[in-house]
């Protein structure tokens, strides 16, 4: 999931401060990067902070030096994307990544993997060989544009 959100950089600047990240069971830190395929390639990369689930959570993008790029907040029924450029909502995380990236995420399957749990997510073919590491990577082949999703944990 985190991933989800190397995508967020399209929208991000040098953001303001924000709220304190809200307290989740499940957090991860690390870096991600997502590269979109097609007539109009896309790639992103960002370090990231990332807490709670599927339905319920809070993604922050940070640039190489610590600076917040974008945060994105997730519930039922809603979902924020916040950047130097403003303010996005959804009615979805799936709608709101999708629109923002150019290509659909699997967020629910992301956060399975990212607990070392093989999860399926129609056209992606994830690879957790490393996730003792701190490593995922998932492809995704259909439906076009394809992307590649890297993902290394931090401990």
């Not at 896309?42 to 990231?48: I, P």
């Not at 339905?55 to 979902?79: C, D, M």
């Not at 916040?82 to 699997?106: C, E, Y």
Request: glycine share 8%.
């Amino acid at each position: 999931m985190a991933i989800m959100l190397g995508a967020c950089l399209a929208l991000a600047g040098c953001a303001t401060q924000s709220p304190p990240l809200l307290a989740f069971a499940d957090s991860w830190t690390g870096r991600l990067a997502l590269q979109v395929e097609g007539y109009d390639a896309q790639s992103f990369s960002a370090a990231f902070e990332l807490r709670g689930n599927s339905r319920l959570g809070e993604l922050v993008l940070l640039s190489p030096l610590g600076n917040q790029l974008a945060q994105l907040t997730w519930r039922e029924g809603h979902a924020e994307l916040i950047s130097a450029q403003g303010s996005r909502t959804s009615p979805s995380l799936d709608a709101l990544l999708a629109d923002t990236v150019g290509a659909p995420l699997p967020v629910a399957a992301i956060f399975e993997w990212l607990q070392g749990q093989q999860a399926s997510a129609p056209g992606w073919d994830a690879d957790l060989s490393a996730v003792a590491q701190g490593k995922i990577f998932a492809r995704r082949h259909s439906p076009l544009p394809a992307a590649n999703l890297r993902i290394a944990l931090t401990r």
